[in-house]
């Protein structure tokens, strides 16, 4: 069996993306890494290259800064990434710049690869995942975070990108999935409020109907969440040299709930029974 790892990167300096971390959380699950790096105005290609790791293969693109609606661009570029890919390769492995995956889900991915490979109706594996925010030490529990997403899919044309990355379908068809005992990491938004700020106001770009370039102030207000609870485990071993120089503190209220009562609800049906009711899926499990 033949995994491969993919991901697209631009700025990740400036932008501040733990990119490193993302590439090597995966390398001992996939046997070659996919990076395409996107026109720059820092370092990326440097600090990629900083990885010492045979399974490493970059490649370059050049991002369309016309493509302003909802993200688009990710997608085509998440698209350029995966052609690269090699052909003999059962799965391709998809990691964005902010997502990490803990070294303890290694072997059950693996493992849960293996046991689909040749099943050709199983058409990706489905993650769960951790929304951080603020800091490591906050997780946003509500349900506007998706709380499930494909992250391995069949190396098949067949299967693209869908609107701004988040998952895959093929043609207008929720791709079919398997469950995987895993979760990923996203620290998208973890980080110092004056470069969170910087980053949204930078990645408006490619997204037309962004609001951050217009609210004033110089950092980004972390008072804006709805629901967040403390983090009880530990976080992948290669995040704890970034989580030591940690040089910003974020003190949230997190007893606050601040949801609409349907809301509330259905937050306290979730968290009572596991199950989250009309959610949007962006997938099919059977």
């Known amino acids: 069996m033949m995994i491969s790892g993919f991901t697209i990167v631009r700025n990740a300096i400036i932008n501040d993306y733990p990119i490193v971390e993302a590439i090597t959380s995966i390398l001992p699950v996939v046997d070659e890494m996919i990076v395409l790096i996107g026109n720059c105005e820092d370092k990326t290609e440097d600090l990629i290259r900083g990885i010492q790791s045979e399974k490493l293969k970059i490649h370059h693109s050049v991002w369309n800064p016309d493509l302003k609606k909802g993200g688009v661009v990710l997608a085509i570029e998440t698209e350029k990434a995966r052609k690269y890919i090699s052909r003999d390769s059962d799965w391709a492995f998809y990691i964005q710049a902010d997502e ?25 594996l489905l993650f769960n995942y951790l929304h951080f925010y603020g800091n490591y030490e906050y ?38 999935v398997k469950p995987v005992d895993a979760f990923v990491y996203h620290y ?11 980053k949204m106001i930078n990645v ?4 037309s109907d962004s609001i ?14 709805d629901s967040l609870r403390l983090f009880d485990s530990e976080h ?16 949230l209220d997190i007893s606050k709930k601040k949801l609409r009562f349907k809301d509330k609800i259905l937050h306290w049906y979730e968290k009572k029974t596991g199950k989250r009711l009309f959610e949007f899926r962006n997938y099919k499990i059977i």
């Open 139 to 176: 997780v946003a529990d509500s349900r506007k975070w998706y709380h499930k997403e494909v992250r391995i899919i069949r190396n098949d044309s067949g299967i693209q990108s869908f609107r701004d990355a988040q998952g895959f379908r093929r043609g207008s068809r929720k791709i079919r």
């Open 236 to 251: 992948p071993t290669v995040m704890k040299q970034r989580i030591k120089e940690k040089n910003w503190h974020t003190d």
């Open 212 to 225: 951050y370039e217009t609210v004033p102030g110089d950092v980004f207000d972390f008072n804006q969440f």
């Open 204 to 207: 408006n770009e490619f997204w």
């Open 188 to 198: 998208g938004w973890v980080k110092n409020p004056r470069k969170m700020k910087e």
């Open 100 to 124: 990490v995956v803990h070294e303890k889900y290694h072997d059950a991915i693996r493992k849960t690869a293996a046991k689909y490979k040749d099943d050709k109706q199983v058409e990706g």
